[in-house]
């Protein structure tokens, strides 16, 4: 009962940006997409997403799902690209269900956007425009976005990198809490491998254009795989209470 | 979903009454907004050159008997289709200008800025240089000539962007190539033109409403109509769009088609427009700016809000071009260009929130 992702090729125009990246992601749990600058986070969520022509298969349960239908189901928030428009916060909430947008807007529709944005600590800055808010508000405004459209794969592009720890800390529990309750796959590309180890139950690592491997935090984040893939020496310690923490140490 | 449940006592039911208050209040000035333009609307047809006495137009607009013919010539023949045709023209720039400020992302995009109003004039003019007449429908050849290069405009620009993926930048620039190049197709044209030619040639591109007839108000009205009908189902989709090309993606817009289309649709309104009573500036520009600041950026009140502006500044302007000179008629689309620039200053101007 999960994502699976096979064989997945998408390229820049000549230029290769991923070649047969296979992962799989479980339901109800986060998984973290971990790799260094340029390794190809972005694309392979965008792939997965539909917004990219990619070779390579996507399916959940079984279900081989067509690109459009990817695009229609699936949740992809981009990172922070800037949103400089006049819409009110709870406005761009709503935009998450757009097929589901009428002439009117049903009562209920509205006050479960207001429900999560309160959830997600935005309930006063529901009627403030979305040009007027700080990034890390603005990022937790698409983050409320993606979760409206109640997406059966929910695909986050570093959804922690505008905001303060506190807030680090509410997003990841409320993504956690979302793909647990309503038993979907979540991807989140993270760069803190310290927040990774702790909050994903799941970690792919990107590495030379390929996933170079995937499984429990403890298993994937090790002292030689920081030297190998992300070129460094970090101390590596498996913490008693679960969660992995990774201190880098310095660049080789 | 468990703990909202609880929290619906609280915030939450504050933020749902309060968006079902603006709601309401955009849709009370969408009101007004009707109600205004009736009002600005009869008194267009209430003033013109004849300065006849407005109980007895009033008479003959609303079917009382016993006024005389030339009133009565002079209301349903001249006054009313130049009403009409300054309100139809208005709303289908005001829609336009708004649809285009959304698909390129661009505040000073205007139904002119692709080109396409460069196109119908350059399409006039070899009509009127050329003498040509069709044979069965000897009026309409000019605005067929001005539709037709209108078409081309936009097919030239279309071609360009899809080359590069349709995106709002490649389109602009593509735009401006083919603005500036029916701009010297024109000048070409209007340098070959004999003098008596060439004046003819000059009022075509003023914008009047002298022009409307009781057989082209229709016609605009049809193609306007069909171009909004079009657009209504994407309404929601353009306000995704406000967001930038990646966010309206990940929220399921297929942004390429979206842009495609609703490029076509204000080709074909923009056409439509100063197909028969030539070039009319800023309120396509002007209009949605105004509608933006009174209602935001929710396509659904958005959109009717820019036709009404557009609609409200052209009765307007109608009603000053026939009081700036006492017995004649200045072109439309002289007054619409003078009062808009000042009317854009104020409008951006004002106040400390920005609207774009």
């Known amino acids: 009962m999960t994502l699976v992702v096979s064989d997945l090729i998408v390229s820049y125009g000549s230029a290769p940006v991923l070649e047969r990246a296979c992962f799989t992601a479980p339901r109800g749990r986060l998984t973290a997409l971990i790799g260094p600058n340029g390794s190809g986070k972005s694309t392979l969520l ?79 800055l529901a009627h403030r425009t979305i040009d007027r808010v700080s990034g890390g508000q603005r990022q937790l405004a698409f983050l409320a ?73 403890e298993y994937v984040l090790t002292r030689d795989r920081m030297r190998r893939i992300y070129e460094i020496d970090a101390d590596v310690e498996v913490s008693p209470g679960g969660g992995v923490r990774v201190s880098p140490l310095r660049a080789l | ?29 969408i009101a007004a907004a009707v109600v205004l333009l009736a009002a600005v609307f009869v008194a267009d047809i209430l003033t013109g050159p004849a300065m006849l006495p407005v109980a007895t137009v009033l008479d003959v607009l609303f079917g009382a008997e016993g006024a005389d013919r030339t009133t009565v010539a002079i209301v349903h023949a ?21 649809l285009m400020q959304t698909i390129l992302g661009n505040p000073l995009a205007s139904p002119y800025t692709l080109g396409f109003s460069a196109g119908a004039g350059f399409g006039a003019a070899v009509a ?93 009205a049809a193609i306007t109509a069909v171009g909004i009908l079009l657009v209504l189902p994407d309404l929601w989709r353009l306000t995704a769009l406000r967001l930038g090309d990646q966010r309206a993606a990940a929220v399921g817009v297929d942004v390429t088609r979206l842009r495609v289309k609703v490029f076509a649709l204000v080709a074909m309104l923009t ?46 302007a109608s009603i000053l071009s026939k009081l700036i000179s006492p017995g004649g008629v200045v072109p439309i689309g002289i007054v619409t260009a003078v009062i808009g620039v000042p009317f854009l200053f104020f409008l951006l101007l004002r106040g400390r929130r920005r609207y774009w």
């Open chain 1, 46 to 124: 965008k792939a997965v997403a539909g917004l990219l022509p990619a070779a390579g298969s996507v399916r959940v349960d079984e279900t081989d799902l067509e690109r459009a239908r990817r695009r229609a189901e699936f949740s992809y928030m981009p990172q922070d690209t800037g949103a400089m428009v006049s819409l009110t916060i709870l406005e761009v909430v709503l935009l998450g269900r757009l097929r589901a947008l009428g002439w009117a807007i049903p009562a209920a529709e509205v006050s479960r956007a207001a429900a999560l944005l309160d959830r997600l600590g935005l309930a006063d």
């Open chain 1, 145 to 217: 976005q993606a979760l409206f459209r109640e997406p059966s794969v929910l695909l986050l592009d570093e959804p922690t990198a505008a905001l303060d720890l506190r807030r680090q800390l509410t997003v990841l529990e409320a993504v956690r809490a979302d793909a647990a309750a309503r038993n979907v796959p979540a991807i989140a590309a993270m760069h803190d491998l310290t927040l990774a180890g702790h909050f994903a139950d799941h970690i792919v690592c990107l590495g030379g254009r390929r996933v170079d491997v995937e499984g429990p935090p």
């Open chain 2, 1 to 29: 979903m468990d703990r909202s449940v609880a929290a619906l006592s609280g915030k939450p039911a504050g933020a749902v009454a309060r968006y079902r208050s603006l709601t309401a209040r955009r849709i009370g000035l």
């Open chain 2, 78 to 98: 001249i006054r009313l289709p130049m009403a009409l045709m300054a309100m139809l023209v208005g709303i289908a720039l005001g829609v336009s200008g708004a």
């Open chain 2, 128 to 220: 009127i240089l050329t003498g040509l007449t069709l044979p069965l429908l000897p009026d309409l050849t000019t605005p067929l000539a001005a539709f037709v290069g209108a078409a081309m405009a936009a097919a030239l620009v279309y071609g360009f962007s899809t080359i590069r993926g349709m995106s709002a930048e490649v389109m602009v620039l593509a735009g401006i190539a083919t603005l500036f190049l029916f701009q010297s197709l024109l000048s070409m044209v209007q340098y070959l033109a004999d003098p008596e030619v060439l004046q003819q040639i000059v009022f075509w591109l003023f914008g009047s409403m002298l022009k409307a007839n009781a057989t082209n108000v229709p016609i605009v």
């Open chain 2, 271 to 316: 056409a439509g427009a100063v197909a028969f009573v030539g070039t009319i500036g800023f309120v396509g520009l002007v209009a949605p700016h105004l509608a933006r600041m009174l209602v935001g950026e929710d396509q659904r009140f958005l959109l009717p809000m820019s036709a009404l502006a557009g609609a409200l500044i052209m009765a307007g």
